[in-house]
């Protein structure tokens, strides 16, 4: 039995690898993904971090300003999406090579997941270095270390997509 689509998908004298018409798509995932995931990693940062801000603030209202520190780094981890997400976005034509805009897709993704896993970090290690902070104000120093190494997590992907575009010869 033969079935009939009603859309024709390609006609035969051109292949569908060889269409331009949807290739730019996964360039403008990347884009959307390096900024999608970076900002739900800097929100939970926040938002984990905050419940212990809050927490602590109680009793410790002196602490408020010194314990800010896991929230901002945080916020800064939406901002290395949003760089490489401008940076994709610079780059994208509406007729592109196919792997060009796969390498997009994947530094996307790289920055995206590392924000995430930045965020993560950021978020647990700010709510319980602040509540320990609280208790032992001497903890304020370690705190800050492991926040700029979870940091440095999300910076990573920034550095990775710069060596990645310079060794594509900036996406050609």
């Known amino acids: 039995m033969r079935y009939a689509f009603p859309l024709k998908l390609y006609s035969s004298t051109s292949s569908i690898i060889a269409s331009h018409d949807f290739q730019s798509f996964f360039g403008a995932m990347g ?26 603030s109680v009793l410790r209202p002196d602490m408020i300003t010194r314990n800010i520190m896991p929230p901002i780094l945080a916020g800064i981890l939406s901002i290395y999406g949003l760089v490489v997400g401008v940076m994709i976005t610079n780059d994208l034509h509406e007729k592109s090579a196919l792997h060009t805009n796969f390498m997009q897709l994947a530094a996307g993704l790289s920055c995206g997941l590392c924000c995430l896993s930045a965020g993560f970090c950021i978020g647990i290690v700010g709510d319980a270095g602040v509540r320990g902070t609280a208790q032992q104000p001497r903890l304020f120093v370690g705190m800050m ?16 997509f710069k060596m990645g575009e310079h060794s594509r010869g900036v996406w050609k």
């Open 31 to 56: 884009c959307s993904t390096a900024v999608v995931l970076s900002v739900m990693g800097a929100a939970y940062g926040i938002a984990k971090s905050s419940i212990g801000i809050s927490a602590v």
């Open 145 to 160: 270390l492991m926040l700029i190494f979870a940091e440095v997590l999300g910076k990573f992907s920034i550095f990775m």
